[in-house]
């Protein structure tokens, strides 16, 4: 399967069977802005998964956003991991 515009992920590539435009753009809006800017490449079907169960649990739309932030960068910094790269260390103060 051809990973298209996708690059290097872990995540595994799966068929739509749903339109995945459709779908974002019946996302709420503060959500469809987040997935807009996400960092990896979240279904939106998935985010509003996601979302649902955080709103259920209470979580205001500001909570919500963060825990799906929060999210992102365990995934973010697992993949790194799996991939062998350290994160960068903070340039030293000269003093």
Do not use: Y
Not at 14 to 19: I, L, P
Not at 20 to 45: C, E, I, K, N, V
Not at 70 to 79: A, F, V
Request: glycine share 6%; charged share 25%; with cysteine.
């Amino acid at each position: 399967m051809s990973v298209g515009n996708l690059g290097k992920t872990a995540f595994p590539l799966t068929r739509r069977s749903r339109d995945p435009m459709a779908t974002f753009d019946a996302l709420p809006q503060p959500l469809r802005q987040w997935l807009a800017h996400a960092a990896l490449p979240w279904s939106p079907a998935s985010c509003l998964r996601l979302w649902r169960k955080l709103r259920a649990q209470g979580a205001d739309t500001d909570r919500a956003l963060q825990m799906l932030a929060d999210i992102q960068e365990r995934n973010l910094r697992r993949q790194r991991e799996d991939a062998g790269i350290t994160p960068d260390l903070p340039a030293p103060s000269g003093r």
